[in-house]
């Protein structure tokens, strides 16, 4: 079983930065890739960007590219979004989620977070 936990979400104006923490717990995720995930109010759950824990390799949604940063601590289980020049339309609930196959659909992740809501005002 695992554990993921996020923080650092919160509100922020347009043009702003913020990070956002997901800390794993549980059974070691080595070989496996962390996904950031959001969803904003009446609309499904997207695809932000992922992360695998051995080679760091990333990728990104579009719509985040070159704006959004993924990193991780190996030490600490910990995965980092470091999101700058946030736009009004970043706003939504931000999860990461861990295990299965990983990729760009939330069927390929086990595991997921409860949630940090990110609100970007104008």
């Known amino acids: 079983q695992v554990q993921l936990v996020e923080s650092g979400g919160g509100l922020v104006q347009a043009g702003g930065s913020l990070r956002l923490s997901c800390a794993a717990s549980g059974r070691t995720l080595s070989g496996n890739a962390m996904g950031w995930f959001r969803q904003a109010p009446g609309k499904e759950r997207e695809f932000v960007g992922a992360i695998r824990w051995s080679g760091g390799y990333t990728s990104y949604a579009d719509s985040v590219k070159g704006r959004f940063t993924i990193s991780r601590d190996n030490a600490k289980n910990t995965v980092y979004l470091q999101m700058n020049n946030l736009k009004p339309e970043d706003t939504a609930v931000y999860y990461c989620?861990?295990?299965?196959?990983?990729?760009?659909?939330?069927?390929?992740?086990?595991?997921w977070g409860q949630g940090t809501q990110v609100t970007v005002s104008s």
């Open positions: 989620a861990a295990g299965g196959r990983g990729g760009t659909y939330t069927r390929g992740y086990d595991y």
